[in-house]
């Protein structure tokens, strides 16, 4: 497009007719934004469809999109209906959950909790389709990255059936990077331009409020939306305040091995201090369910592959910060909720289970129940495994949390006493 600003008329309507036009209004597509708009409608009724759809002169119409408002304030809905999902890597495979997610009756949101793109060059070996470009470092590079992506389908078809709560993981900017650090060892100064290029490219093309737009140091991911009292969601943001990783810096000097630092202290944290008491604070409500919404594994977890013998511990997710899970774990006990369920993803395969209120017994009380979901298309791990005592799913009288064809569905039932919720 030329790089001039682009009056763009949006309408949101009770039908997908457009017979009862409900609001409209003018945005301006901002050519420094990549010509995106984020738009804000106030007003609607609570708990039902809404279609809408962006026009442009000569351009004529875009397609029809919908979305699901969701209960009002104080209003107790029997059920909340999420599908979760991320690591979706272009090259690997194809979108085809998509299509299912759209087709999906009854969804009130998708939390993608990240690795929306991947940042790599396109590789060598076989792939059913190829990256374009060179691994992304500029504004331009993440740019066409996701112009590549979203020209997908299927992805587009979900897009337009359903509301997307976004989240973002490491390769929506570069693999496995925490706080101020890349993983190839680059000055945090020069990190930090990348970063800000990367989260510019993530604000401009999904569909995020205008309170996520990135500021000078980071983007404000993190946030919370109640739907009524039956579930208050906590989207986490797991990468932004994080500390270094454990002895996974690369390089050999003497400083560098000088700062490895081999074992946990209490100063490093996956969530940074603003952010864990805003969480701390948030769990004290009396919502039926609290829902955290985040990036990485938080139980409890032994990657060893088939046939080994010596435990490996991830230090990319939440069990290369023990202390800092600790803390968490602290804080749910200390409110004394037997109702949070942790939602996460990454590790690329499902997982189901019981966070212990002790990690070094993992067969002891729980003090919450995390679903892992998997991949959109990202290569699953290697071994069929995992070892150690498996966890425990919520258990209710009548009703249940469950997943079915990739959604996750909480009910208004009760709970039986004493089960990990």
């Known amino acids: 497009m030329p790089p001039h600003d682009v ?6 309507a009770e039908d997908p007719g457009f017979r009862t036009v409900v609001r409209t209004g003018v945005a301006v597509a901002k050519a420094d934004l990549a010509h995106s708009v984020h738009v804000e409608v106030d007003g609607l009724q609570s708990r039902r469809p809404y279609w809408y759809r962006f026009l442009v002169a000569g351009a004529g119409s875009s397609p029809v999109g919908t979305a699901r408002t969701a209960p009002a304030a104080g209003t107790s809905p029997e059920r909340l209906r999420l599908a979760m999902l991320g690591c979706q890597d272009f090259e690997t ?45 500029t504004l331009d590079a993440y740019r066409r990255r996701y112009a590549q992506y979203k020209s997908d389908p299927d992805l587009q078809a979900a897009h337009a059936a359903v509301a ?22 680059n000055r945090p100064e020069i990190f930090a331009l990348r970063k800000a290029a990367a989260l510019q490219a993530w604000y401009e093309h999904v569909p995020v409020r205008l309170a996520q737009r990135p500021g000078a140091a980071h983007a404000r991911a993190y946030r919370r939306l109640d739907y009524g009292t039956l579930a208050r969601m906590h989207v ?44 701390d604070r948030g769990l004290g409500n009396d919502a039926r369910w609290n829902f955290v919404a985040q990036q990485v594994l938080l139980m409890p977890y032994d990657a060893r592959k088939d046939g080994a013998t010596a ?57 919450a129940t995390e679903f892992l979901a998997t991949s959109i298309s990202s290569g ?32 208004r039932s009760r709970r039986t006493p004493g089960a990990p919720r």
């Not at 943001?237 to 400083?255: A, N």
């Not at 910060?321 to 369920?341: E, M």
């Not at 070892?387 to 990739?406: D, V």
């Open 7 to 12: 009056p763009v008329r949006w309408e949101v």
């Open 93 to 137: 495979g194809f979108f085809t959950a998509y299509a299912h997610v759209a087709r999906e009756p009854d969804l009130d949101a998708v939390f993608h909790y990240g690795d929306y793109i991947y940042e790599m060059a396109a590789r060598t070996e076989p792939s059913p389709r190829k990256h374009l470009g060179a691994e992304t470092y």
């Open 164 to 185: 997307f709560i976004m989240s973002f993981d490491d390769h929506e900017i570069d693999d496995n990077w925490a706080g101020k650090f890349d993983k190839d060892g």
């Open 236 to 279: 986490l943001d797991t990468r932004s305040f994080r500390s270094d990783q454990l002895c996974e810096r690369p390089g050999i000097g003497r400083v560098e091995l000088d700062a490895c630092r081999p074992v946990d202290r209490p100063d490093r944290t996956m969530l940074g201090a603003a952010q864990e008491a805003w969480l």
């Open 311 to 367: 435990p490996v511990v991830g230090k990319d997710n939440w069990n290369g910060y023990p202390l800092s899970r600790q803390r968490l774990v602290d804080s749910i006990a200390r409110l004394g909720l037997k109702n949070v369920v942790i939602g996460s993803g990454d590790l690329h395969q499902h997982v189901v289970g019981s966070v212990p209120r002790d990690a070094d017994d993992v067969g002891g009380a729980a003090i």
């Open 380 to 411: 699953g791990r290697a071994g069929r495994t995992i070892p150690g005592k498996p966890g425990r799913c919520p258990t209710t009288r009548t009703s249940h949390c469950s997943t079915i064809s990739g959604a996750t569905s909480c009910s």
